[in-house]
């Protein structure tokens, strides 16, 4: 099950967040200023009105990387009664010092490990050995600036996905944020997050420091399914049966690709067109919300995600990724999936396939 996780500044924000069925509230803004005393804040009042019956987390992705600044403030959180902290951890000299020093929170509180997109080649190669070995409960990617830098603009979907997966092989929660809005969650659910963290989509304007709309709050609880383990991109709620059939594509999609079972294709790249089109299952009589219907974007992301592993021999095993790709989605009963080659000859050459449900069989961003 892929948690919501919603941040809010005070206690009318975090009952619209309540109301409208955030698993998480995630407390920031001004209750975490350093200058600021946990108890003078919203967190207590927050913490009274949520009165167990959701996880509360303190945000603590922004303060100073200082091991006793972080000792302090974290052990705050913990008196207060959080069940979550997420903690900001940046590379460099202190990390490891800061790692220690909150270690013994980790036996009363879920800490959450907080890394940041601008500085991902900077990160140890042992960095999440290290969480494990310190007791933390999950990892998130997020962005440093929050001023509107999204995690998109840094990582691709499927480096996102490549993430999710590294961080749960460590036996970790996997997490993002940074200024996702809702078209970005149908494309992150197929990579099984455990949660996706909002702000700014939450609020009027997408804007962080806006005011918490209702509406909008409802609009990304509805786009994260409840109740199943890591669904990716299920019927949506209240669909309506016998609606039949809809088909999403996408033509002349030209990307640069390596491949090739010649020696001279190694080691280069040449140019492919693909043309696909998938079949969907229908599930509202007027697609009125994303919910409803199955993003191109889906399309898009597929390709690029497996261009992007390396070099292919043969365009059919391309196609038959592609096709195996768009398929996990279970809305998606039928694809067909044409690669053209475009330097070999004139036009192109290439296969097209038509497969469907039931028959197809790296975090290298970071490292």
């Known amino acids: 099950m892929t948690k919501l996780l919603a941040s809010v ?42 009165a167990g019956r959701r996880p ?10 200082q091991a006793d600044v972080m000792r302090r403030k974290v052990g ?23 790692i220690e020093a909150i270690k013994p929170f980790t036996s009363k509180v879920k800490l959450v490990a907080v890394m940041f997109a601008e500085e991902q080649s900077r990160y140890p190669k042992s960095f999440l050995d290290d969480l494990v070995a310190a007791g933390f409960h999950a990892a998130m990617i997020d962005t440093e600036n929050t001023l ?97 059939t809809d088909k999403i594509f996408v033509r002349d999609f030209v990307l640069p690709v390596e491949i ?30 994303l919910r409803h219907v199955v993003s191109y974007d889906l399309i898009m992301d597929g390709i690029r995600a497996i261009i992007a592993r390396g070099h292919v021999e043969l365009s059919e095993t391309l196609a038959e990724q592609i096709a195996a790709f768009i398929l996990e989605n279970p809305r998606v009963l039928k694809v067909v999936v044409r690669a053209e080659k475009l330097e070999l000859g004139p036009g192109g050459v290439g296969v097209e396939i038509e497969r469907r449900r039931g028959e197809t069989g790296g975090w290298g961003a970071f490292h």
């Open 148 to 244: 509107g830098e999204r995690l998109l603009n840094h990582l691709s979907p499927d480096q996102i996905g490549q993430f999710f997966k590294l961080v749960q092989s460590k036996g970790l929660l996997a997490g993002a944020a940074g200024s996702l809005e809702a078209p970005d969650i149908p494309r992150l659910l197929s990579y099984r997050p455990d949660m996706l963290g909002f702000c700014a989509a939450l609020r009027t304007d997408l804007y962080w420091a806006a005011p918490m709309d209702g509406p909008g709050a409802a609009k990304i609880r509805g786009l994260i399914p409840k109740g199943a383990v890591r669904s990716v991109a299920p019927l949506a709620d209240g669909s309506e049966p016998g609606l039949g």
């Open 9 to 50: 500044q005070n206690l009318p924000e975090a009952e619209i967040v309540f109301e409208n069925g955030a698993d998480i509230i995630d407390v920031g803004g001004p209750a975490i200023a350093m200058s600021g005393s946990v108890e003078s804040g919203p967190l207590p009042e927050i913490i009274n009105f949520v």
């Open 260 to 289: 090739g079972a010649y020696s001279f294709e190694h080691g280069k790249t040449q140019k492919m067109r693909f043309d696909v089109t998938a079949e969907v299952v229908r599930v509202a009589r007027n697609a009125e919300q």
């Open 76 to 98: 705050e959180f913990v008196a207060a009664g959080v069940e979550y902290i997420r903690v900001g951890l940046r590379p460099g000299e202190n990390l490891l010092a800061v």
């Open 56 to 65: 509360v987390c303190a945000d603590a992705s922004h303060l100073p990387m």
